[in-house]
């Protein structure tokens, strides 16, 4: 090597490690990572916190363990009115209602994770938080199903809980209970409980075989409420409604079952259902066809070649959003962040980054040169480099250099929607704050949220990329669990492996 090229490698390195260290301090000012340094972040350090904000989304008796500070014990007498035990599981949004759909669907995505990137989420310390974070959600689904034909699917009227703004620990708004039954079905709450559990018990199959075992005897008895008597799920609309049917519940359902039994029942059923499989451009709380068929891509890619047309509609999905395809059907902001619709759109953002990195890993891991859709060609890598671009958006290279995650770099959003966090801590501020006294003197205030609910990923910018940092902007100043788990999802895949 010539002299001129040592100086030169010198300077690169010393430019190199000084980018690392500003990266690794979580940026002084959000800025840092931008113009000179391309370096990536401290995905492992991202990870922690986006785990962590599951802490703060607990509901019921909190654990010794807990580190979210400024929350206490709420609701603890849930399900009581029909004497059941619902005290657990997690608040939905900002909001104090628990939703049991959406949240079956955070909780399978915390489970791939687990599974899908054990190693490097062992590698950062995380995994026994990872763990938690899903156990908090599979003891709640556990308790829920409380008999082979009754699922309580909801706890806390939405209506009368958005209509005030109080701590979950001072919360009074009637608890009402919402279930399925075989006489009023719900094929999709059912059939992502069985999602879940069955995701969560491959989880558990190395630490506690025990949990596992049950897990997965629950998760079969959830398919069988959610397959034998079917039905829409609309008890939670208008929050959340059902538009894509529960026929992609009952394949995603029906995969994770065969996965974590390996029983191939599963796996014909899949087969012989495979007509319902479709084409599509988004991967959400009510949309699981991509999730299901980037799983059987992955087995179509280890030789179970019936599995080809979930494996076409896999590249459908890669086709409908890598900017350039010739079938793009997701646009992106001009600052190249993907836009599906404007309400809570990192969701979506997430999501679709969280498969592509697993897709791009399969093909990876096939030795499959990419992806063709039309005339453009997409490399596994390429893949992973847009999913990886989502994520890094988000954590601040963006035209608004902040970041979308609470409590990461310098500038991210201070006034969430979210009541708890918008309103001093019950151990900071012990007396009642009642439901009109929490929306005149916390929800209108223009003041930043007292409680730092790190980790929270926000709804997003706007479609040019504008943020307003409003607390009254729920669509785009909330979070919610299953955005926050996708993100989970995406950013354990960018962990380096060690
Ligand atoms: C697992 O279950 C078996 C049988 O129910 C029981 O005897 C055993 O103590 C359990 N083990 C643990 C670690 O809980
Ligand atoms: C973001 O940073 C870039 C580069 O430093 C700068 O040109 C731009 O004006 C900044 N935008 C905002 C909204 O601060």
Not at 311 to 326: H, K, Q
Not at 442 to 458: C, E, F, K, L, R
Request: hydrophobic share 35%; glycine share 8%.
């Amino acid at each position: 090597m010539g002299q001129r090229h040592c100086w030169v490698m010198l300077l690169f390195l010393t430019l190199f490690f000084w980018c690392v260290m500003v990266t690794r301090e979580e940026m002084p000012r959000a800025e840092a990572d931008q113009g000179l340094c391309l370096g990536d972040f401290d995905y492992g350090n991202v990870l922690g916190k986006a785990i962590l904000f599951f802490e703060g989304q607990r509901s019921g008796k909190l654990p010794r363990g807990q580190r979210v500070k400024w929350r206490g014990d709420s609701a603890l007498l849930d399900g009581r009115p029909e004497n059941v035990n619902l005290v657990g599981g997690y608040y939905d949004a900002g909001d104090n209602v628990k939703f049991g759909w959406p949240m079956a669907f955070a909780v399978t995505l915390l489970s791939w994770t687990a599974t899908e990137n054990r190693r490097e989420i062992s590698a950062t310390n995380q995994l026994r938080y990872l763990r938690s974070a899903i156990k908090w959600g599979t003891d709640f689904l556990l308790q829920a199903h409380t008999s082979p034909t009754t699922l309580y699917t909801q706890v806390g009227d939405g209506n009368l809980d958005h209509q005030c703004w109080e701590r979950p620990e001072d919360m009074d708004t009637a608890r009402t209970l919402y279930k399925i039954t075989s006489s009023s079905p719900g094929t999709e709450a059912a059939a992502e409980a069985a999602a879940a559990l069955s995701a969560a018990s491959i989880v558990f199959k190395s630490v506690n075989s025990n949990y596992s075992r049950l897990l997965l005897s629950k998760s079969k008895s959830l398919f069988e409420l959610a397959d034998k008597y079917r039905g829409s799920y609309q008890g939670s609309c208008p929050f959340y409604c059902s538009y894509s049917g529960y026929q992609d519940e009952l394949l995603w359902a029906s995969v994770w079952l065969y996965k974590a039994s390996g029983d191939s029942n599963y796996l014909n059923y899949v087969l012989s259902n495979q007509g319902w499989s479709q084409a599509v451009s988004e991967f959400s709380w009510d949309n699981k066809f991509a999730g299901a068929q980037m799983l059987l891509a992955e087995e179509f890619h280890r030789g179970k070649s019936n599995l080809a047309k979930f494996n076409n509609d896999a590249i459908s999905f890669v086709c409908a959003l890598m900017p350039g395809s010739s079938s793009v059907q997701i646009k992106t902001t001009p600052g190249g962040l993907l836009y599906t619709r404007d309400s809570s759109n990192l969701q979506y953002a997430m999501s679709a980054s969280m498969v592509l990195l697993i897709h791009s890993k399969t093909l990876s891991e096939a030795h499959v040169d990419g992806v063709q859709c039309g005339s453009a060609h997409f490399s596994a890598s390429q893949i992973r480099e847009f999913a990886k671009s989502q994520v890094d958006y988000i954590l601040g290279k963006n035209p608004m250099n902040m970041s979308y995650m609470v409590g990461w770099g310098s500038r991210y959003p201070r006034r969430l929607h979210h009541r708890g966090a918008s309103i001093p801590s019950i151990h900071v501020h012990p007396a009642k704050v009642g439901c009109n006294d929490g929306l005149a003197t916390y929800y209108s205030s223009t003041d930043p949220n007292p409680n730092t609910h790190v980790g929270a990923i926000v709804g997003g910018p706007d479609s040019n990329d504008r943020f307003g940092d409003l607390r009254s902007d729920y669509s785009h100043s909330e979070p919610a669990t299953y955005m926050n788990a996708a993100f989970v999802g995406a950013a354990a895949a960018l962990v380096p492996r060690t």
